[in-house]
């Protein structure tokens, strides 16, 4: 009569093939990530680098946006993906006399159903709420209004190639009454293309355009990106260069730059 231990090990090996076989490629996945809404578990640290901020233009900020990226399968036809965006931010001189503060933004919490599989004609989409959160730690560095709206994901990959667009829109429902209202629209379109050796170069858009204030805030980013291994934990490491085609007389200006690690935990 085989041990326990015996059984276990019988266990692990006749099911290590599988395992091993369902791991997938670097290729592979960059093209997940190049996926919002992919069955992949993510935890991107995104840091992003903006400067000539405020009416002088001698504002700079660093925000670090952890966000990770929790795909839930609801049965064998919908999954639930849910994307949160957590900053934590260092800010110096975006308006006369604000000095500096640092602490954590407002959260911005995406919730995706979309179908297991793609459409006929191959493409994927989610739609869903999302959520504002004012867990600012200082004035200047929330809103402190709670939000709510609709989302919406829609992409196609071909071959190498990911094309598709992600948008939402956020209205203020309470917080503070002195605060501005929110209402602000928005939009990702993204292009995305993976080499075999697990590289991918990406281009895309993210404005938001804020109704209250009727301004535009458009930066341009392309980006190179690399899945590789520390150990055995899976990465990918991004570098990119984003430019602000538009934004408030405030706001950010020029060149900036984003440098992202991402921990990725395949299934």
Do not use: C
Request: charged share 15%.
């Amino acid at each position: 009569m085989k041990s326990s231990a015996q059984i276990s090990l019988s266990f692990i090996v006749l099911l290590l093939p599988g395992l091993l076989a369902a791991q997938p490629s670097e290729s592979e996945l960059a093209k997940q990530l190049a996926n919002p809404i992919a069955s992949l578990i993510s935890v991107p640290f995104q840091l992003n680098y903006d400067r000539n901020i405020g009416p002088v233009d001698d504002g700079e900020r660093l925000t670090l946006n952890i966000q990770p990226v929790i795909p839930f399968e609801l049965n064998k036809e919908w999954n639930l993906i849910s994307r949160t965006i957590l900053p934590v931010i260092r800010q110096t001189d975006i308006a006369p006399g604000a000095g500096n503060q640092s602490g954590t933004g407002d959260i911005v919490q995406s919730l995706f159903f979309s179908p297991v599989a793609p459409t006929k004609s191959g493409w994927i989409w989610g739609v869903g709420p999302v959520f504002l959160l004012p867990t600012g730690s200082d004035d200047r560095l929330t809103a402190d209004k709670w939000g709510v709206g609709p989302t919406a994901v829609a992409l196609k990959q071909t071959g190498p190639w990911t094309y598709g667009a992600l948008a939402n829109h956020i209205w203020s429902v309470a917080g503070e009454d002195a605060r501005d209202d929110v209402s602000a629209t928005f939009l990702q379109p993204f292009l995305s293309y993976a080499t075999p050796t697990g590289v991918s170069y990406n281009l895309n858009m993210e404005s938001t355009y804020n109704w209250k204030s009727r301004e535009w805030t458009v930066p341009i980013l392309l980006g190179v990106g690399k899945v590789s291994k520390i150990g055995e934990q899976t990465v990918q490491y991004n570098v990119a260069l984003r430019y602000y085609v538009d934004s408030p007389v405030s706001g950010p200006e020029g060149l900036a730059l984003r440098f992202a690690f991402v921990l990725l935990f395949p299934r």
